[in-house]
Nanobody, 125 residues
Framework: QVQLVESGGGSVQAGGSLRLSCAAS????????MGWFRQAPGKEREGVAA???????SYSDSVKGRFTISKDSAKNTLYLQMNSLKPEDTAMYYC???????????????????WGQGTQVTVSS
């Protein structure tokens, strides 16, 4: 049974940092593409960052240069390092996995079929 469990969310002031983690189990982790997505109240879920099995990454323009996605295959864990946080980064953050996604679609939620329960990130000004 596939399981994705996020942790590391919280409340920080603008300019602060957080590191999200996503522990994965129940599938061949190393062969999957994985991503971080977020959803703010009243808004659609959007892709933030994604990483393929070969390490190739994609970032949304809104977080490029501030967020870094990485993975530790030995620990089956995905990370999102978030620096220089802004109030507009406030959202529920989800990790997701998929056995295949085209490089140009890495940030598209529809391509992912395994999701965690989410972790809340709140950034105050």
């Amino acid at each position: 049974q596939v399981q994705l469990v996020e942790s590391g969310g919280g409340s920080v002031q603008a300019g602060g940092s957080l590191r999200l983690s996503c522990a994965a189990s129940g599938y061949t982790y190393s062969t999957y593409s994985m991503g971080w997505f977020r959803q703010a109240p009243g808004k659609e879920r959007e892709g933030v960052a994604a990483i393929d099995s070969d390490g190739s990454t994609s970032y949304s323009d809104s977080v490029k240069g501030r967020f870094t996605i990485s993975k530790d295959s030995a620990k089956n864990t995905l990370y999102l390092q978030m620096n220089s946080l802004k109030p507009e980064d406030t959202a529920m953050y989800y990790c997701a996995a998929t056995p295949f996604v085209a490089p140009t679609k890495r940030l598209a939620p529809a391509w992912y079929n395994r999701w965690g329960q989410g972790t809340q990130v709140t950034v105050s000004s």
